[in-house]
């Protein structure tokens, strides 16, 4: 009967990647069928990190991290665990070889968030590494299917790209990370009263990543680049709204792409993508 608990486990990650990101789960839908479960895995995982660290406050967070952490590792070890979500996040670090370096690196950053740290720029890449290139660089092992040569070419793109999404993450919820969770990411900058400058400084900076980034893009395998170019062109979206408005506006309320928004772009992508102009 184990492969029901391993169908239940990945069910489980599915189900949580669908419920807490829309975006997400409709990029990951247009991969490869091969490629979804384990993208689903990575993502579960790194959903629930976030969960303790953005959200369970009132609990000892840092207890439930490091319990968290350590049942991480523990699982990958063994091959089990009787959390189904890393139980299905073992199975793809075992399965594709994922390091253990990228793992260390997110549970450093999510440490990280529990300090209410003012970033300097130093410690704001040393963050960006850790909770969202790494990820970028996980879902590359499963895109790369263990062609490591691959791997290395795109794996700087891979870091542009999620590097860019975190930025963009920060710029969307600066209101709730600097009022309601007391963290500072941008260095050098007065976040609580943003000036315009300021956010056309940061802006310039997500730009070049998202530039990088579509290098790799257009040079990964046919069975990721599709999702992947829908997932990059939804925060481009995201990014070309947020940069028309003025820093104020960022304090006072959360940017969205609405449905019929990402309707459009999923359609477009599909054009250029059957003429081969990805």
Known sequence: MMHLFYEVSRECSKITT?????????????????????????????????EI????????QGALLKQFKDETFYAIERGISLNPILHSFQQTVNHYGIAMALIDAFFKSMEQD???????????????????????????????????EKYSILKPYAQSLGAAFQKVNFLRDLKADTQNLERMYF???????????????????????FEHAYKGIIML?????????????YYMSLFSKIRKIQAKRIMEERIRIPNYGKAMILAKAGVRQQFNML
């Open 221 to 233: 395998p046919v069975k990721a680049r599709f999702g992947v170019y829908v997932a990059y062109k």
């Open 114 to 148: 529990l300090k209410k740290l003012e970033y300097d720029s130093e410690t704001y890449n040393e963050y960006i590494y850790g909770s969202a290139e790494v990820v970028g660089l996980m879902c590359l092992n499963i895109f790369c299917e263990g062609d490591m």
């Open 53 to 60: 660290v953005d959200t369970f406050h009132g609990y000892d």
């Open 18 to 50: 669908k419920k807490y990101s829309t975006s997400f789960s409709s990029a990951i839908r247009l991969l490869h069928k091969d490629l979804r479960t384990p993208i689903y895995n990575i993502y579960g995982f790194v959903r629930f990190a976030d």
């Open 187 to 209: 260095p050098g900058c007065n976040l609580l009263h943003i000036s315009d400058a300021e956010k056309q400084q940061i802006e310039a900076d997500i730009q070049k990543d």
